[in-house]
């Protein structure tokens, strides 16, 4: 914090007290505080490393699971047939991610995650569009290609597991 000083101009014009910048020596006595649980990824220019999260929505934590994934929807026959038209779909999405990663076409990959996140929780699987927002999130945030990868790939595992 600034110190409080009553001799400044400020104080000279009017002013009862002024509080004074703190000087860059002074910087180095505080100590830094981090999140305990997590690091925060660090804006950057894409193609720089940035610090993965230690933390990860159920969608990630799921992946490796093998249980069946179904609509929130599922119970209501109106939606039955749009939701079998999403999920027959969903296969050529995650190629076309796959292959929007593979090309480095980064900007293609980022429109397909997002519009993957918008549409899941339309069709009753918000854990598939907290899988789909990690991606994109991932490319805003300038993360390294091998972190988009694995988010990709964890993206893919847990849609191989939604029935319609």
Wanted: hydrophobic share 45%; proline share 8%.
């Amino acid at each position: 914090m600034g110190r409080i000083s009553s001799r400044s101009a400020f104080a000279r014009r009017g002013a009862v007290r002024t509080v004074d910048p703190i000087r860059t020596p002074r910087l180095g006595r505080y100590p830094t505080v981090a999140p305990p649980s997590a690091t925060i990824p660090a804006r950057s220019s894409f193609g720089r490393t940035v610090a993965e999260p230690t933390f990860a929505p159920a969608a990630m934590r799921m992946a490796n699971d093998a249980t069946p994934v179904r609509s929130e929807f599922a119970d209501d026959p109106d939606m039955a047939g749009i939701i079998a038209l999403f999920v027959s779909e969903l296969p050529s999405r995650i190629a076309a991610m796959q292959s929007a990663l593979s090309t480095g076409d980064f900007p293609q990959l980022r429109v397909l995650a997002h519009q993957l996140k918008g549409a899941a929780g339309g069709y009753g699987f918000p854990r598939l569009g907290e899988a789909a927002a990690m991606v994109d999130r991932g490319i805003g945030e300038g993360c390294d290609h091998n972190v988009i990868r694995s988010r990709l790939g964890m993206l893919a595992a847990f849609a191989a597991r939604i029935r319609a």
